[in-house]
């Protein structure tokens, strides 16, 4: 035991001994850190691995949500696939829809014109009965010569049958009666007690109205709806609609007088104007757009200056019955064919104020001829047997005419011998002055105010005409005027440039307006009307004694002054009666009252007509012309190269024109002489046989416009050759002349 413990003791020392555990010490203690460390590592991976889950859960979320989505907009997909299918389908019925629409509006052309083509075949049996009323007259003539002994009152029976057939046939000049007006029996004259006569004009109307046992107090109305409206005798012809344009909130000038109030206030719906504008000649790409139907427009506008008409006349006379007792005379534009003249009275029948299409109290009468008619027998009584002008300037257009009155008592007025049409008028200037806003507040400032707030264009339009140009007279160089913007048009300042809009802050946005800056307006317009009044001069056969000054743009004073000063040694008396602007309603009304006397009276009113049958022409017609091309237009070293319109021997009937096309160049006037000769076959002017008819000068002012195309024309009518001009902007010359004497 003693040796084993010996030999222990020589394998490990002492010292050797305390080593060794010393280094099993650090041994374990390394052991103890590794075994901490990957205790603390194991840790960390359980950390992570339970991160990692939780990530991987909401992966798993997220992808759900997205699997959702997915199945969501899958299903969206699928839904707008099927609209989609259905906007086809329903582009598919909008453009037959479309189709439908347009087949429609032909069949209701094709109506009017049946319809007119029936009133034209009514009108004709019309005739038929009274030639042979006619025939029987003569008749009863031819069996009174048969007797052969004759007492004096088979004598006078004789030459009251002559007097009376004479008076039907007669060929001249009788009062204003259109041939479309619907005939009225003496039975329903007896009932009609009022006799209104409305002027329904392209920018302005008005009625005026009386009774028929008080002739000479004819009224004419001067109140409208609207606040400040009162005291002037036409009223705007405008409409303001709802924003669905169904309903009529408010016409005249109240659609267009609303003064601003509020900034920032969008407007929904614009006022509907110009629609008279789609009757008659006017090229498509020249008549305002609108956003509903000319037609109801016009019906809509009637419908409402109708009811202030019945409600004037309740007011006035009590126990009158609209439909039975009041004749209704609409005043038209001379240019009106039949289709115009079916539209309006449809257009009429529509607005209630008649009570079926085809009704005897509607008449129809000419502007022009309605003027004439009240100035000549209400004003001017001295006049006979002398040629007047009347210049008629409105808002939008100026028309010109030559009348002559050929007896006073009963009155006999010949129709227009000349007759001017321009497109100018006041409505210019409005332009003039928008151009001026444009210089000073920039143009897209004026399109964005017109687009958003067209109600304050307006009405600094209407503001500008009440306070410049209205009482400028061009007398007085110091007159200027100060537009406020503020106070015109508060919303004006939010689309003007920021430079502009510096400008004006040191304004303290006010904008002078001095006389030269009016006189600028005024003068291409004013120029314009002195142009076409020289023009008109010029085809006069006669010399003109008076030049009447009519229409709304006729009241200015600077006007006036310009054509007096300009025209004083060419005319003896020039002259603005008084109210031009009711002149064509009162017309209008005298109009009514003469067919309710000359029925009454038992008169025939130019209704009695001889038979028209083909005509042949005994003379070649046609004019000088100016051709350009290689062909030598010269001869003798003369341009007189002739035209022929029509050759002799051609069967005609009444009414027919001859026409041609032209573009001239570059002038701004233009002669046209117009010959007749017997020799069929002709190529210049200057030959033998050649006779001057007459001249129609023509004033071209859209000289800027290289495109222009110019239609000449000679109309043969019962009695006399219309020569007439028309552009392809509706400028219209027209004279007439008698046919040579041993022609028909």
């Known amino acids: 035991m003693t040796n084993e ?80 299918q259905e906007i086809s389908q329903n582009e598919n019925v909008l453009r037959i829809n479309n189709d439908l629409k347009e087949k429609l509006q032909k069949i209701d052309e094709q109506f009017e014109k049946l319809q007119q083509d029936l009133n034209l075949e009514k009108q004709k049996n019309k005739e038929i009965q009274r030639l042979e009323i006619v025939s029987q007259n003569l008749e009863k003539n031819l069996k009174i010569l048969e007797v052969d002994e004759i007492d004096i009152n088979t004598i006078n029976a004789f030459k009251e049958n002559n007097e009376q057939e004479n008076c039907n046939i007669d060929n001249s000049p009788t009062t204003f009666a259109l041939n479309d007006s619907k005939s009225l029996e003496k039975d329903i004259v007896k009932h009609i007690k009022i006799v209104v006569g409305l002027d329904f004009g392209t ?67 614009q006022p509907v104007e110009l629609f008279k504008l789609h009757l008659g000649y006017l090229p498509d790409n020249l008549k305002p757009k609108l956003p509903i139907n000319y037609k109801k427009a016009i019906t809509d506008y009637l419908r409402e200056i109708g009811k202030l008409i019945k409600e004037n006349i309740r007011c006035k006379w009590h126990g009158i019955k609209y439909s039975k007792n009041v004749l209704l005379v609409l005043t038209i534009p001379a240019e009106y064919s039949e289709i115009e003249k079916a ?15 085809d009704s005897e109290k509607l008449q129809f009468t000419t502007e022009s001829e309605a003027a004439a008619l009240y100035y000549i027998q ?83 339009i209407q503001v500008f005409r009440e306070r410049i140009m209205e009482p400028f007279t061009g007398d007085n160089m110091e007159f200027q005027n100060v537009l406020d913007i503020d106070e015109v048009s508060p919303n004006l300042p939010q689309y003007v440039s920021e430079e ?77 009666p008084d109210y031009p602007e009711a002149a064509v309603a009162r017309g209008g009304v005298i109009y009514g009252l003469s067919i309710i006397s000359t029925i009454l009276d038992d008169v025939e009113f130019d209704i009695l007509k001889p038979a028209i049958s083909p005509r042949v022409l005994k003379y070649t017609y046609g004019i000088k012309y100016n051709w350009k091309g290689s062909e030598d237009p010269t001869h003798g070293g003369k341009n007189c190269r002739f035209k022929t319109l029509v050759k002799r021997g051609t069967e005609i009937t009444f009414d027919q024109t001859f026409s041609f096309n032209f ?82």
């Open 663 to 744: 573009k001239p160049e570059s002038k701004t006037s233009e002669s046209f002489a117009i010959y007749y000769t017997q020799k069929y076959n002709i190529e210049y002017c200057d030959e033998p046989g050649m006779t001057l008819l007459g001249k129609l000068n023509i004033d071209l002012p859209d000289v800027h416009l290289d495109n222009r195309r110019i239609d000449f024309g000679l109309t043969f009518g019962q009695y006399e050759i219309i020569a007439s001009t028309r552009n392809e902007n509706r400028q219209k010359h027209e004279i007439t002349f008698c046919y040579p004497n041993d022609d028909f």
């Open 5 to 84: 413990c010996s030999n222990s003791e020589n394998l490990f020392p002492a010292d050797n001994q305390h080593e060794v555990v010393e280094k099993l010490e650090i041994g374990f203690k390394r052991l103890n850190n590794k075994f901490i460390n990957l205790l603390e590592e194991n840790q960390r991976i359980k950390q992570h691995n339970n991160n990692l889950q939780e990530e991987n859960q909401e992966i798993l979320y997220i992808n759900s949500e997205l699997n959702e989505k997915y199945q969501e907009i899958l299903r969206t997909n699928s839904e707008l696939n099927e609209k989609n």
């Open 500 to 576: 502009t809009r510096e400008i004006m802050k040191e304004n303290e946005w006010l904008i002078d307006i001095k006389y030269n800056d009016i006189k600028k307006m005024f003068d291409p317009v004013v120029d314009r009307i002195i142009r076409l009044i020289y023009i008109q001069l010029s085809n006069n056969k006669e010399n003109c004694s008076t030049i009447f000054l009519t229409g709304n743009f006729c009241e200015n004073k600077y006007l006036q002054n310009r054509i007096k000063e300009e025209f004083s040694h060419h005319v003896n008396n020039i002259s603005v």
């Open 343 to 357: 539209i309006m009275r449809e257009c009429v029948f529509e607005a209630a104020l008649i009570k079926n299409m």
């Open 378 to 460: 209400v004003i001017f009584h001295s006049y006979l047997l002398e040629a007047f002008m009347f210049v008629d300037c409105g808002e939008y257009t100026t028309d010109l005419t030559t009348h002559k009155l050929v007896r006073n008592d009963p009155l006999y007025i010949d129709k227009a011998t000349v007759h001017i049409r321009d497109f100018c008028g006041s409505r210019l200037i409005n332009e003039e002055f928008i151009k001026f806003l444009c210089e000073r507040l920039g143009t897209c400032a004026i399109d964005l105010l017109k687009e958003n707030n067209y109600s304050h264009l307006q009405y600094m």
């Open 203 to 269: 920018n302005y109307s008005g009625f005026s109205y009386c009774h028929v046992a008080n002739k000479q107090n004819i009224i004419s109305n001067y109140v409208w709806p609207g606040f400040g409206v009162a005291g002037v005798y036409k009223t705007n012809t405008v409409l303001q609609y709802d924003n669905e344009y169904n309903n009529v909130l408010c016409w005249g000038a109240e659609a267009l007088r609303v003064r601003p109030k509020r900034k920032n206030r969008k407007q929904n719906s």
